[in-house]
């Protein structure tokens, strides 16, 4: 390998790995495979009576990093030894242990180098799979950190310090997005693969800069802290980041036939703004589920009004609602007329545009509004009391 795999790399020749090994090998090549440990145990063999023995020729084999082949004679002189030959498993240039045949070493020899070079691939894969699996987890745990930052246990500059050892760098802006999976504690991958793994794959093909950040944070819930641009193209549209989101959850969709959601924070340069661009991507699918529930994609952006109505508490909120729609609130259409004056005051009290939000013709949208009219009266006149008749339809909402 061309990178030192640390300090415990030799670690990853295990008991079981060393006797599935073995144990395949030996039943393919016809003859009795072992495989010791770096201090020459046995720890891996077809003839499991071998296992926990001391094998002598592995000590001399693994200090010289040379073969050695013992015939009958030579095998009686060694503990543990019997006739064949005894080859270095090497990794990274060093002897993680060894793997030996046993039989007469000019019948065994031909298969040394196969079964020493077979198992030494091995062992390699197992490496990166726990490397992998580790970057995994120290991955996690720096997500988790940035967006449950708290200056009173960390500083910036130390996850600074730790995300610029796995090769990102905190300084540049960077956007929250959630993907939550409906249904998360049912699903499976399709092709029986791991879940997890294979959400985790698919959300990086989708989100592929280097820059990145990609975790899971919980069951059937995954944390992008995407790469952008120092500014935005617009306040409520960060450029590319809905589109991003609309192409992840259609993947998912269309690969794996899963349902999923996606919640979009603010624009962050910093440590802390990271965290609140996380809770906002957070506040984002909590709203957007609730009041935009045809929608796979929520922004922030677009539920900032709902997000304060959401921290004021429930009675306060209830109260006013009630100051406002109280009558309306009573007619068996109210989830209609509720569904009107917000989309009516979002589009700038605009006929026309109104009237295309929510796909029904003008003459429509004016009844609708007529009748607001009569039961609200002079409550509906003025710019502030429409404002608030808004906000109270939002309320209202909220606490369906």
């Not at 760098?169 to 791991?194: I, K, S």
């Not at 819930?221 to 609309?246: C, I, M």
């Not at 709203?287 to 796979?296: F, Y």
């Amino acid at each position: 390998m061309s990178q030192g795999l640390g300090p415990g790399w030799h670690s990853a020749l295990t008991p079981a790995l060393a006797q599935e090994i073995a144990g395949d090998t030996s039943a393919i090549i016809g003859f009795n495979v072992l495989i010791t440990d770096p201090d020459g145990v046995v720890i891996g063999s077809g003839d499991s009576g071998r296992i926990g023995s001391f094998h002598e020729a592995s000590v001399e084999v693994m200090r010289t990093l040379q073969a050695a082949a013992h015939t009958v004679g030579q095998a009686r002189l060694l503990r543990g030894v019997r006739p064949g030959v005894t080859l270095p498993i090497v990794i990274d240039g060093q002897a993680a242990g060894t793997v030996g045949i046993t039989g007469a070493p000019a019948q065994v020899r031909r298969f040394g180098l196969v079964v020493q070079r077979q198992t030494e691939i091995l062992l390699q894969e197992s490496l990166l799979l726990r490397s992998h699996l580790l970057r995994e987890r120290v991955l996690e745990d720096l997500v988790r950190d940035i967006a449950h930052f708290d200056a009173d246990l960390v500083t910036p500059d130390e996850l600074a310090l730790r995300a610029g050892e796995l090769g990102y760098d905190l300084g540049v802006p960077r956007t929250a997005m959630l993907l939550e999976l409906e249904d998360a504690a049912t699903a499976v991958a399709p092709d029986g693969h791991n879940l997890r793994s294979t959400l985790l794959r698919l959300i990086r093909e989708t989100f592929a800069s280097p820059q990145d950040l990609v975790a899971a944070v919980a069951a059937g819930r995954f944390a992008v802290f995407h790469r952008g641009p120092a500014r935005p193209a617009a306040v409520d549209d960060p450029p590319g980041v809905r589109s991003l989101g609309r192409v992840l959850v259609d993947n998912v969709q269309r690969r794996l036939g899963l349902s999923a959601r996606v919640g979009i924070g603010g624009l962050a340069a910093s440590v802390p703004e990271l965290r609140d661009s996380y809770e906002d991507a957070k506040a984002a699918l909590r709203l957007g589920s609730r009041t935009r529930p045809a929608a796979s994609v929520h922004s922030i952006d677009e539920l900032r009004v709902h997000q304060l109505l959401a921290a004021v508490p429930h009675r306060v909120r209830r109260r006013f609602a009630e100051t406002y729609v109280a009558e309306l609130c009573e007619r068996p259409d109210w989830p209609v007329l509720r569904q009107t004056i917000t989309v009516w005051t979002e589009h700038g009290f605009n006929l026309v545009r109104t009237a295309a939000a929510l796909n029904i013709h003008r003459n429509t949208l004016v009844y609708r509004l007529d009748k607001i009219a009569r039961r609200e009266g002079d409550r509906a006149d003025g710019d502030a009391d429409r404002l608030a008749l808004y906000l109270a339809c939002v309320a209202d909402h909220l606490d369906d």
